[in-house]
């Protein structure tokens, strides 16, 4: 008798793996350093992930909200978090999604996950979300 697949021996991504938080597909943000906008290595896998999935389902959308930490004026803040956003954006693009199922926005320094006035809390708030519609 010949051997069954085991479920467990070919990992795709499904649409459930939106849901699981145990898929690659879970983690919803790009982390950045202090003022800069470029998408750092570590994060290349998280966004193949995001890729492979809005390619295989072409009717999804993404909304990248770009963050910054508390540190300067709202106006730098909504640029810094535009061209990271874009950079996202920019990055999704690169490995094949369309750019109809993406829009960039920046929200500055306007929704921090973390209200600390310290270095840990800013390292949160410099960030990328990728918000599924």
Do not use: C
Not at 64 to 86: F, H, M, P, V, W
């Amino acid at each position: 008798m010949a051997p069954t697949p085991s479920s467990e021996a070919v990992a795709t991504v499904t649409t459930d793996d939106l849901n699981n938080p145990n898929s690659p597909l879970a983690k919803r943000s790009i982390y950045f350093d202090f003022d800069q906008y470029s998408v750092k290595p570590e994060f290349q896998s998280l966004l193949q992930s995001h890729a492979d999935y809005l390619r295989n389902h072409p009717s999804r959308r993404v909304l990248i909200q770009g963050n910054t930490d508390e540190r300067g004026t709202s106006e730098y803040n909504l640029a810094l978090g535009q061209r990271r956003s874009q950079a996202v954006m920019s990055a999704l693009e690169t490995l094949g999604v369309q750019a109809t199922q993406l829009e960039a926005v920046s929200l500055g320094k306007e929704k921090p996950v973390a209200l600390g006035h310290d270095e840990d809390s800013w390292a949160q708030n410099r960030r990328a979300d990728l918000v599924y519609r």
